[in-house]
């Protein structure tokens, strides 16, 4: 009896989890063609879209307004850097519709076949975007992105605590009296792209050799380090906790803003220049609802609140109208050519140099200091 | 034994004002009238009221609650099932059960969180691809039927998770009592007319009671707890605390999560100086009691 | 009362969800991206020893740090009566149900270089110190966590000494220090051992630790394989090897100290 009814419970939790798992097909799907219904079967399901967005980088308050005018639920969720929101997909443990990646990470991810074209009919709003941005070279003929925010990479000093005659390169965050005072990128393309300009080469290098050059530069670095960070530079450098650190130019207006003794220029090497653009992910569940967010997001409104709340450069002609004149003649927020001269893009990579780009990565920090 | 002077109450002074120091900075700053943890700017009792309204702790806070109660509710079942049934296996099949249910325990946090989620990630694409191949077979078609095993990440996984690495604390606090229990018990029961279910039901449970309790008590803690097992199986639609927290830790700690950690430490304080006063008035009842009774002639 | 059969589920369950997913590890190790058998994952740890020997030593560090202060501290607690004992048991215990990122966390805003503590040597007139993005403050990090899992398993194992063999070895002439060496010290080992397993397994293992108080400078083997699944260097098949090699040198590390001990799995908890 014991027997039975063990086996009976371990069957009653079997047929537990296959129920539910077996419906009658809907007419949609009955053409019997086995890869075409896998998403369609579940896409009207309903109210929600799942989000993933870096982390700072929305007015909340949006995303309230967003499910207000339409209805559908939003799932937020952060990712620190386009490599981790990149694992997280590529493992395969996530779920999301909208992503928001930058420029290289968008190719990357095109070429891997891992977003969804767009149907630009449920996008009207794409029509404000700046035309400069249009047709980008991640994404050639504009089927997967529209861009959410853009800007350029620089460095931040505190004026208190860094001389006024050392600035100006980038070599600035290899210069000794700083030491222990330094943040950098915790991200491999950021940080890597620092050293080969520094060295002159080009963001977008695929040539072995200058990369590793590059990473050895920062293993010399790294002893002036005091920490790798994504976010958590904005209460370092607000506190005064370090002198010296690289970030978004945006960012740096939002810390200024606590910290007025914060300042910030482009290297004469140059610098970076990205856009950070919205994607649907390929076989998104809710594809129609991620459009209409996309849509929303591109909305003069949403994109009033957002650009205030980050201090990012908008890519919407109509919400740079709005702006305070101060803002949108920023040199650093709407460059003219002399800087945009200095600025170049990342580019995506092919698959053996961002190998290289993870294996020297991981060398870089699993290098001991003392 | 000698009673601690005051050199050693002092070192337990220090030692507890080591692992508090943190919490109290927490509590302080949860009432500071400003985002930054840098300075005091005033007291507020804001961030308490923006608790409420904060949707991403909240929801964060009902699957914590929610994840942690049912995975304690059925690890406490299904391992005080599995204690019996390990301790009446003969010797070799419960070393080798034993060892098994220990893995668990000694590995690390990182590893067991990776290793399932790989398994589930894994059974999740050979299930999507077994309903795409079941639903292009020619008689699922003809009876116009559909199958959708695929699954992903989520509130179920990460509830596998909990219930995995919380059955083992449960086996390991009711094993010791059940070498305890008199075996004779069981059977003076049933002599005397109990049918098996009822001599386990109202004798031997009841001598199990300690042992499962605490059980409960270690699991519980342990899924409140946890993060790294969480973080690699919830995958993107749910969120813990301890998630939540990872993800703001990386920028900055929004002062409602204090709030939140205040409460939650009031409340458990509260709760644990409720149970030790009860236990001390039991204690001193009892001993009152002894006494009484060592009076009378 | 036996009935083997009611662990049958359990036993199904361990198969499906501890078994599988390290067999789901192993065969991750052994391939690569595109599905070949290969060694390479493993032949490339060398390049990592520093890592690991970093992370043990750092653990060991902090768990030798854990028993200094814990194993005092279980003692003096064990002396204590009544409701101070009971009240201070509890204590130990308490912080475990706050978030433990948050209590790690807000050493951050204590040791920050403007932080609580060095205002206070600022205000004494003392010099500042740099503690925070330090391997110092990683083994702070993780001797303030593990604390507890020291103390509660040593507590629990001298509570129980019986006080009968302490007055024995009184009544035979050995002063306290002699009592304490011959008697309560071998006696409390078990506890000892649990929780040096205890506190050596989540330390040499953190990745959480490492990140938020060692300013991701001195990478950890939780760094490492947290970074290959979910971090900034996408390489599952490279940290399952890692995991593979790290979750074996664990086992026979403590294979051979259980072997010391005869290691009590009860003694584990609390």
Redesign the interface.
Same mark, same amino acid.
């Given at each position: 009896m014991?027997?039975t009814?063990?086996l009976m419970?371990?069957l009653m939790?079997l047929i537990g989890l296959l129920s539910g798992c077996v419906s009658t097909r809907d007419e949609s799907t009955s053409d019997g063609d086995s890869t075409s219904g896998d998403s369609s079967a579940q896409q009207t399901s309903g109210g929600v879209v799942n989000v993933y967005n870096w982390g700072e980088y929305i007015d909340e308050s949006v995303l309230e307004d967003f499910e207000e005018a339409t209805g559908i639920t939003v799932n937020y969720q952060m990712y620190d850097?386009n490599?981790?929101m990149?694992?997280?997909i590529?493992?395969g443990g996530a779920d999301y519709d909208v992503v928001i990646p930058s420029d290289y990470m968008i190719a990357r991810m095109i070429e891997e076949d891992m977003l969804e074209p767009l149907n630009f009919d449920n996008i009207p709003n794409f029509a404000d975007i700046d035309p400069a941005l249009l047709n980008p070279a991640y994404d050639p003929e504009n089927l997967y992105s529209v861009p959410y925010m853009w800007g350029l990479m620089g460095v931040i000093y505190n004026t208190t605590m860094v001389d006024e005659a050392d600035i100006g390169s980038w070599d600035l965050m290899w210069n000794e009296k700083y030491a222990?005072d330094i943040l950098t990128y915790?991200?491999?393309r950021d940080a890597i792209g620092i050293a080969l300009k520094l060295l002159g080469y080009s963001y977008n290098t695929t040539d072995e050799a200058q990369i590793k050059e590059a990473v050895d530069l920062l293993i010399e670095q790294?002893p002036l380090?005091?920490?790798?960070?994504m976010d958590q530079i904005f209460d370092?450098m607000q506190?005064?906790?370090?002198a010296i650190g690289s970030y978004y130019y945006g960012d740096f207006l939002t810390m200024q803003e606590v910290n007025p003794d914060l300042a910030f220029y482009i290297p004469e090497e140059g610098a970076n220049i990205y856009v950070d653009a919205m994607c649907i992910l390929k076989d998104a569940k809710n594809k129609e609802n991620a459009e209409a967010f996309i849509n929303y997001m591109c909305s003069t409104e949403a994109g009033l609140k957002n650009c205030e709340a980050i201090c990012y450069s908008t890519p919407l002609m109509s919400v740079r109208e709005e702006l305070d004149p101060e803002v949108s003649g920023d040199i650093y927020a709407y460059p003219d050519e002399s800087v945009m001269a200095k600025c170049e893009s990342y580019a995506g990579l092919p698959q053996e140099t961002l190998d290289l780009?993870?294996?020297e990565?991981?060398?870089l920090?699993? =290098?001991?200091?003392? | 034994?000698?009673?601690?002077g005051v050199v !050693?109450?002092l070192?337990?002074a220090v030692?507890?004002l080591?692992?508090?120091?943190?919490?109290f900075?927490?509590i302080i700053?949860s009432f500071n009238d400003s985002k930054s =943890?840098?300075v005091w700017n005033g007291f507020t009792l804001n961030w308490y009221v923006e608790l409420f309204q904060n949707r991403a702790v909240m929801s964060a806070l009902r699957t914590t609650l929610l994840v942690s109660v049912l995975a304690t509710a059925i690890a406490t079942v299904?391992?005080t099932?599995?204690a019996?049934?390990?301790? !009446?296996?003969r010797r070799r099949s419960r070393t080798a059960?034993?060892a098994?249910?220990?893995?668990?325990?000694?590995?690390?946090?990182?590893?067991?969180g990776?290793?399932?989620?790989?398994?589930f990630v894994?059974v999740g694409q050979g299930l999507s691809a077994f309903s795409n191949w079941l639903n292009g077979l020619q008689w699922v078609e003809d009876a116009n039927l559909w199958f959708d095993f695929s699954f992903s990440l989520g509130f179920g996984t990460l509830l596998?998770?909990h219930?995995?690495f919380d059955?083992p604390?449960v086996i390991?606090?009711v &094993?010791?009592k059940l070498r305890q229990?008199d075996?004779n018990l069981?059977e003076a029961a049933q002599d005397l007319g109990a049918t098996?279910f009822v001599?386990?039901w109202k004798v031997?449970l009841p001598e199990l009671m300690p042992g499962i309790v605490?059980?409960m008590l270690?699991a519980f803690?342990m899924s409140?707890?946890d993060?790294?097992i969480s973080?690699?199986t919830a995958g993107s639609q749910v969120s813990t605390?301890?998630m939540v927290?990872?993800s703001m830790?990386r920028r900055q700690?929004s002062p409602e999560?204090?709030a939140l950690?205040t409460l939650?430490?009031v409340a458990?304080?509260i709760l644990? %100086?409720i149970i030790?006063l009860r236990?001390?008035r039991q204690e001193s009842a009892a001993a009152r009691r002894r006494h009484a009774a060592a009076r009378q002639p | 009362?036996?009935?083997?059969? %009611?662990?049958?589920?359990?036993?199904?369950?361990?198969a499906l969800?501890?078994?599988?997913?390290?067999i789901?590890?192993v065969v991750?190790a052994l391939t690569t991206r595109d599905g070949s058998l290969t060694l390479d994952n493993f032949s490339s740890m060398l390049?990592?020893a520093?890592?690991f020997g970093?992370s043990f030593f750092l653990a060991l560090l902090a768990t030798a740090i854990c028993i200094l &202060?814990g194993y005092?501290?279980a003692y003096?607690?064990?002396?204590?009566?009544?409701?101070l004992r009971?009240?201070?048991t509890?204590?130990?215990?308490?912080?475990?149900?706050?978030?433990?990122?948050?209590?790690?966390?807000?050493?951050v805003?204590?040791l920050?270089?403007?932080?609580?503590f060095n205002s206070l040597l600022e205000s004494f007139g003392l010099p500042k110190v740099?503690i925070i993005?330090t !391997?110092g403050a990683v083994v702070l990090g993780m001797v303030?966590n593990f604390?507890?899992f020291m103390v509660l398993p040593i507590y629990s194992v001298i509570e129980k000494i019986d006080?009968r063999v302490?007055e024995a070895a009184q009544d035979l002439g050995a002063n306290?220090a002699q009592v304490f060496r011959r008697v309560i010290f071998p006696l409390s080992l078990p506890g000892v051992l649990s929780g040096i397993?205890m506190v050596f397994?989540?330390s %040499? !293992?953190t990745?959480?630790i490492s990140r &938020?108080l060692g300013?991701?400078?001195? &990478?950890l083997l939780?760094?490492?394989?947290?970074?290959q699944?979910?971090?900034?260097?996408?390489?599952?098949h490279l940290?399952?090897a890692i995991?593979l090699v790290?979750?074996v040198i664990?086992?026979v590390c403590?294979g051979i100290m259980n072997r010391f001990g005869e290691g009590e799995?009860?003694a584990?908890?609390?």
């Open positions: 014991k027997k009814l063990a419970l371990s939790m850097s490599e981790t990149y694992a997280k590529a493992g222990g915790d991200n491999s790294k380090i005091q920490a790798y960070v370092k506190g005064g906790n370090a780009y993870d294996s990565w991981t060398r920090k699993s =290098t001991s200091v003392d | 034994m000698k009673k601690n !050693s109450r070192l337990l030692m507890f080591f692992l508090y120091a943190p919490i900075v927490l700053f =943890t840098a299904a391992g099932a599995a019996i049934g390990f301790y !009446s296996m059960c034993l098994v249910n220990n893995i668990p325990l000694t590995n690390a946090d990182v590893i067991t990776v290793s399932m989620m790989l398994l894994f596998i998770a219930i995995t059955i604390y390991l606090s &094993l010791p229990l075996p069981a098996r001599a386990f031997v605490n059980g270690i803690t409140i707890d993060f790294v973080y690699f605390l301890s927290v990872y830790v700690i999560i204090k950690s939650m430490f458990v304080l644990l %100086v030790n236990q001390a | 009362m036996r009935n083997k059969y %009611v662990a049958f589920p359990y036993v199904g369950w361990m969800f501890v078994v599988a997913p390290l789901v590890v991750y390049q990592y520093p890592v970093r &202060l005092p501290m003096y607690l064990s002396r204590e009566r009544g409701w009971r009240m201070a509890m204590l130990i215990m308490l912080p475990m149900w706050m978030n433990f990122l948050l209590r790690t966390y807000s050493w805003f204590l920050e270089r403007n932080g609580l740099n993005d !391997s303030y604390l507890p006080y302490i306290s397993t397994i989540p %040499v !293992s990745f959480v &938020l300013g991701g400078k001195e &990478l939780g760094d490492l394989i947290e970074m699944f979910l971090g900034s260097a996408y390489n599952p940290g399952s995991s790290m979750m664990v086992l403590m799995e009860e584990m908890l609390l």
